[in-house]
């Protein structure tokens, strides 16, 4: 095997190295991991979510670029109840994250940690739209934010259905949640609410992988009229998204959507069958993204799932082998730029080792409980095998370094887990933060328009606090970018929130055409505070 190869070539490059180097830097303990403290959560929590940052004028709200119903008759919209209702909905929720929050300590090993933080981010909505209500902001514009909150909330309740972990107390919680959000949508005559847009970015990543697929099987030589057919199938299956995202589009009610992709689920998996066969890097790789695609489509869907077992050893397949492809790509005097190399091969030795377990529990047929248990630590030590080897000089080892770290949420999204279960997910915070620094350069933007044509005797200051919450959030994007400790993060994330009540605290003078714009970008910059704080709070 090429890991043990590997391995024992290490091991002898580090007996050598242990008779002419002090044996201290040799066995050097990595550094302990900052804890965090519960103070800083605790403040960054009330900070965030409850409404401290809401205008009391509501004129200075975000507007939704959608009108979702128009043909509502808000006269017939019972306001009292309305609030009664969604501050039902806030309390529930507090219950809610504290039983849930009992589950997990009960049972870390769960995939529950993802689910807690989506819950904070919910919570953060529900207690703005709580807010607004209470500073009278018109029914029109509460009706979208409810909207978001609904398809949202319908998509976390889902999740939690589906996880055997969830308890009893927190079960009857989320029962109580759906029946307010009932409540409350029959108040505003309106139908359950799908994720639209998050499932037209999932199917025009399908539709692109698909495409990709199609030109690779068009150019492979090694299978003649079979690959030919398997091009055509692939060709028809795309189309057949495309049709997913037409009705998507054309506002198609749920059961006609649920329709077209069963449609599409039935010609996927006989092709799917069909592509495991080929040995072809290139498609493989294409096939784990419309998987990885597909299940979060099912999920948003609300759609029931369990672990397909044969994707699941495909995927850990191909995760063993770019391990693999790493320990043969990684010149032993690579290793030569470690001070800790007996740490080093200690971590390699690790995470090989589980990646190893989670492949025998899969051809033993363990439980789907057992895979996830096992899962937690691929993750866990994939996470030291990532943040040690990141640091080497090689372009190549870093390539197949990306690979290993697509394998591993791969084998997360096969077992239907909505997000890391050991760790801060960076790679999703990484998207929030490029979204964070891009909304802050266009509120940039708009505050210069705004003071060049309306001169304050505040003009300095503002501009300055301005430019201060762009280079503050450019910070936070590259901060992520390296792999932080969780104190870092809080702590950057704490400067955020300070840096961007500076600049808040002017936007209420604005009195402009600017304003619109200034309040729809803080109502986005806001919420995006708070998807990047949410998961620090584990």
Not at 171 to 198: A, H, N, W, Y
Request: overall charge neutral; aromatic content about 8%; charged content about 25%.
């Amino acid at each position: 095997m090429l890991y043990s190869k590997w391995k024992e070539a290490c091991r002898s490059l580090g007996v050598a190295i242990l008779t002419v180097a002090f044996s201290a830097s040799l066995f050097a303990q990595p550094a302990t991991r900052v804890g965090r403290t519960d103070s800083d959560i605790d403040n960054l929590n009330r900070m965030l979510m409850d409404g401290d940052l809401q205008s009391r004028d509501p004129s200075i709200r975000s507007n939704s670029l959608l009108d979702i119903n128009p043909n509502i008759d808000y006269s017939k919209v019972n306001q009292q109840v309305l609030t009664n209702l969604v501050k039902e909905a806030v309390d529930e929720s507090t219950r809610l994250y504290q039983s849930l929050d009992a589950d997990y300590r009960r049972n870390p090993t769960s995939p529950l940690r993802p689910l807690l933080s989506q819950l904070l981010q919910l919570r953060a909505q529900a207690s703005r739209l709580n807010q607004a209500l209470i500073d009278r902001v018109p029914l029109q514009q509460i009706v979208v934010d409810f909207r978001k909150l609904d398809s949202e909330w319908r998509l976390l309740s889902h999740r939690l259905a589906q996880t055997p972990q969830v308890g009893t107390a927190s079960r009857d919680s989320v029962d109580r949640i759906d029946r307010i959000d009932r409540e409350i949508g029959k108040l505003f005559q309106v139908e359950p609410t799908l994720d639209r847009k998050s499932l037209l970015q999932q199917l025009a990543s399908m539709e692109s992988a698909f495409r990709v697929l199609v030109d690779e099987l068009r150019f492979d030589t090694t299978g003649g009229s079979k690959v030919m057919q398997m091009e055509s199938d692939a060709r028809k299956i795309q189309s057949q998204v495309i049709r997913i995202e037409d009705a998507i589009y054309a506002q198609a009610r749920y059961d006609q959507i649920v329709n077209e992709y069963g449609k599409f689920s039935r010609m996927w998996v006989v092709l799917l069958d069909q592509l495991r066969t080929m040995d072809n890097r290139q498609i493989e790789r294409q096939v784990r993204y419309i998987a990885d695609s597909n299940n979060s489509v099912q999920d948003l869907l609300w759609m029931e799932t369990s672990a397909d077992r044969t994707q699941l050893k495909q995927v850990t397949s191909v995760l063993m082998r770019d391990v693999n492809e790493f320990y043969t790509r990684t010149n032993l005097s690579l290793l030569l730029s470690f001070k800790d190399r007996t740490s080093v091969l200690t971590v390699a030795d690790d995470f090989f080792g589980t990646v190893q377990n989670f492949k025998d529990l899969l051809d033993r047929n363990e439980s789907d409980a057992q895979l996830v248990e096992a899962y937690q630590s691929v993750e866990e030590y994939g996470n030291r095998f990532q943040q040690t080897f990141s640091r080497m000089n090689s372009s190549v080892a870093r390539i197949v370094l990306g690979r290993i770290e697509d394998g591993i949420a791969s084998l997360r999204g096969e077992l239907n887990i909505s997000g890391t279960v050991t760790d801060i997910d960076t790679r999703d915070l990484l998207t929030y933060a490029a979204s964070l620094e891009n909304l802050a350069e266009q509120l940039d933007f708009d505050v210069r328009h705004w003071l060049n044509s309306d001169r304050q005797s505040f003009r300095n200051e503002a501009l300055q606090a301005s430019s201060a919450f762009v280079q503050r959030s450019r910070r936070i994007h590259q901060v992520l970018q390296g792999r932080p400790t969780r104190q870092e993060l809080i702590r950057e994330t704490q400067s955020l929130y300070e840096d961007f009540r500076k600049i808040y605290g002017y936007l209420g003078y604005c009195r402009t055409s600017d304003r619109a714009n200034l309040a729809q970008m803080a109502g986005e910059i806001r919420q995006t505070i708070v998807d990047i704080s949410a998961p620090l709070q584990f």
